[in-house]
C-alpha cells in the first residue's frame, strides 16, 4: 500500500522550529503498522532528518519493543555507554539517566564508537508535565552555520574523546563495555582503537580519536558529527565541574574532548557550537504514546530539562560505520 493511501502529503506537516509531524488514527495493532508502512515512514526520515508520529497510543514496553522490531529489525547492543540506562529487553533501553533539572545538550548518539547507530527510536510512555522534549537540530545546517576555521581544523584533526571510569559518576566498566573483565575489556579496545591505561589504584583511563564530519552514507552531504560539546568539560553545570575537578582532578574527569591535536578545547569554542545548536533547534513537546524516528548522521538531538515523572525509551538500529570516521593510524598507536 503505498503511503498516500496513509495519509496525503500534507498531513505529514512541517512546522517551523519543530520537526515533522505524523498524525495518525490510532490503529488496533501498533507493531503491524509499523510493519506496514516502515519503508514510508523511513523515507519521510531520510527526506527531514526526523519524524514525530503522533497518534499510535503506545503505552507499554512490551508494545514499543515490538513496534521498534518492525522499523528497524534487530535493535543494537549499547557499547561505550557514557551514563547508565535502564534496560526493558534487547536493546530497548530507557532514556539516559541524568538530572532531572540538567539539560543534555545536543548530541549524536554514540558518534565515538567505530560503528554508530544510523537510526534511532524514541517512545513517550510517560509525558512531563514540564519541558523534557527531545530537542533536534539538523547536522548539514549546524556544520555551515559554524565559522569555517574552526569545522575545518575539526574536520583536518578529528577530536579526542578522553574517559575515566569509577564506581562513583557516569557508567561503570560493565554497563560500558558489558564486561569487567580486563582482558576482554582490553581486546575491545584494541579491536575500536582506543587506548587504554590502568590506573595504579585498578581504574581505567581510555582516549580515542574519531572524526568530527563524516558524508552521510545514503546523501553523500557533509555532516557535523561529534559529541566534541555535549562531552567536554565546559558543558558541565559549573559547579558540578568543580567538583568532580576537585574530587578526581582535572585529568581524571568522567569524560572530556580535545582537539585532534591532543590541545584542550577553549571555553568559548564549547559555547559557541552549543550557541549554533540552540540557535538551529527544533523542538516538539512529548505527548503520550509518541514515537520519533531519527537519522542519527542527520540529526543531533538533545533532552531540556523537565519537571514531572518522564518516561521515553529509546532503540538504536541500522549500524554503519562512517568511512571518513575512522581515525588516522597513529591515533591509535600512541
Known amino acids: ?20 509531524l505524523l498524525c495518525v488514527d490510532p490503529p488496533e495493532d501498533a507493531p503491524s ?7 514510508a515512514l523511513r523515507a519521510q526520515v531520510t527526506e527531514h532528518g526526523a519524524l514525530v508520529v503522533r497518534g499510535l497510543g503506545l503505552r507499554d514496553t512490551e508494545q514499543v519493543g515490538a513496534v521498534f522490531a518492525r522499523l528497524a529489525g534487530a535493535l543494537l547492543t549499547e557499547r561505550e555507554a557514557f551514563a547508565p540506562r535502564q534496560a526493558h529487553g534487547p536493546g530497548l533501553y530507557s532514556s539516559t539517566a541524568w538530572p532531572a533539572n540538567q539539560p543534555m545538550c545536543m548530541h549524536h548518539e554514540l558518534s565515538y564508537p567505530l560503528q ?8 513517550c510512555l510517560t509525558a512531563p508535565e514540564q519541558g523534557g522534549a527531545t530537542a533536534l537540530a539538523d547536522a548539514e545546517q549546524i556544520l555551515r552555520a559554524l565559522p569555517t576555521g574552526l569545522t575545518e581544523r575539526f574536520e583536518r584533526e578529528g577530536w579526542i574523546l578522553t574517559r575515566a571510569y569509577n564506581d562513583e559518576i557516569g557508567a561503570s566498566l560493565t554497563e560500558s ?4 573483565d580486563r582482558a576482554e575489556i582490553e581486546r575491545y579496545c584494541r579491536a575500536n582503537a582506543i587506548d587504554v591505561t590502568w590506573q ?12 568530527a564530519v563524516v558524508r552521510h552514507p545514503f546523501t553523500n552531504r557533509r555532516c557535523w558529527f561529534n559529541q566534541i560539546a555535549f562531552l567536554n568539560e565546559w558543558t558541565l553545570a559549573p559547579e558540578v565541574r568543580e567538583y568532580l575537578v576537585d574530587v ?3 585529568d581524571g574527569l568522567p569524560f572530556n574532548t580535545r582537539y585532534g591535536d591532543g590541545s584542550p578545547i577553549e571555553e568559548d569554542v564549547v559555547q559557541l557550537i552549543n550557541g549554533v545548536y540552540e540557535a538551529h533547534t527544533r523542538r516538539e513537546p512529548w505527548q503520550a504514546g509518541d514515537l520519533m524516528l531519527v537519522d542519527n548522521i542527520r540529526t543531533a538531538h538533545s533532552r531540556e530539562a523537565f519537571g514531572g515523572e518522564r518516561q521515553v525509551l529509546v532503540g538504536m538500529g541500522e549500524p554503519l560505520r562512517p568511512a571518513d570516521h575512522c581515525p588516522a593510524e597513529e591515533a591509535s598507536e600512541r
Open 200 to 211: 595504579p589504584d585498578g581504574t581505567l583511563r581510555t582516549e580515542q580519536r574519531r572524526g
Open 33 to 39: 503498522w509499523a510493519a506496514e508502512y516502515r519503508e
Open 248 to 250: 578526581y582532578g582535572a
Open 116 to 123: 554508530v547507530p544510523g537510526l534511532l527510536l524514541f517512545a
Open 1 to 20: 500500500m503505498p503511503f498516500s493511501s496513509l495519509a496525503s502529503p500534507l498531513d505529514v506537516e512541517l512546522r517551523p522550529d519543530q520537526p515533522a
Open 177 to 180: 563495555f558489558g564486561t569487567a
